[in-house]
């Protein structure tokens, strides 16, 4: 077993408890924990294997923090670095020119390269294929390789006139 690594922490207790309190996430959180219990064991030391088990933590996790901490302080415990969902590539204009253009029964689209073909005529743009197809499944619900339900020069009287016809003569048991 290793010696515990032996480090001065800046801020007291009650600062920490009150970081903890205050903390935006769940993540920030859990570090003020590893913090306080590193600040309770100062003089003496704790084995990363230790200190994550009392904190509720994977060990490496436990080296990581603390590593961060002794190289740039509280304040870089406090950010977590995450950033959130990247924007969209398409834009609001181009989101319903192709749902427009998906919707349109008569449009004759036979795939998802004659789409991206379409889009990056009508915007002057290129755009990938596998983000093209993510896009339109996430927002549109569109599939690939999906039969039409039906015809799309269909006559619809000739559809009710069959319907009527048939229903009669259909026998019922």
């Known amino acids: 077993m290793s010696k515990p690594k032996i480090f001065v922490i800046k ?3 009650q600062e920490l408890k009150i970081l903890e309190k205050s903390a935006s996430s769940k993540l920030i ?3 003020m924990l590893l913090m306080m219990e590193l600040k309770r064991l100062e003089q003496t030391g704790i084995p ?3 200190l994550a088990r009392k904190v509720g933590i994977d060990h490496n996790t436990a080296q990581a923090w603390r590593t961060k901490y002794i190289k740039g302080g509280i304040e870089t415990l406090l950010k977590h670095g995450r950033k959130g969902f990247k924007p969209s590539v398409f834009t609001k204009q181009q989101h319903d020119a192709i749902e427009i253009k998906l919707n349109d029964p008569k449009n004759g689209l036979k795939g998802y390269v004659e ?3 379409w889009v990056e005529k009508e ?3 290129t755009f990938k294929y ?3 197809i993510k896009y339109t499944e996430k927002n549109f619900g569109s599939k690939i390789k999906v039969a039409r339900k039906s015809h799309v020069k269909k006559d619809e009287e000739a ?3 069959f319907k009527k016809t048939s229903d009669k003569s259909v026998t019922k048991p």
């Open 11 to 13: 801020e007291t207790l």
């Open 29 to 31: 959180s859990k570090r």
């Open 48 to 50: 990363k294997r230790e």
């Open 115 to 117: 789409l991206l073909t």
């Open 123 to 125: 915007f002057n743009t």
């Open 130 to 132: 596998g983000t093209l």
């Open 159 to 161: 559809v009710k006139t």
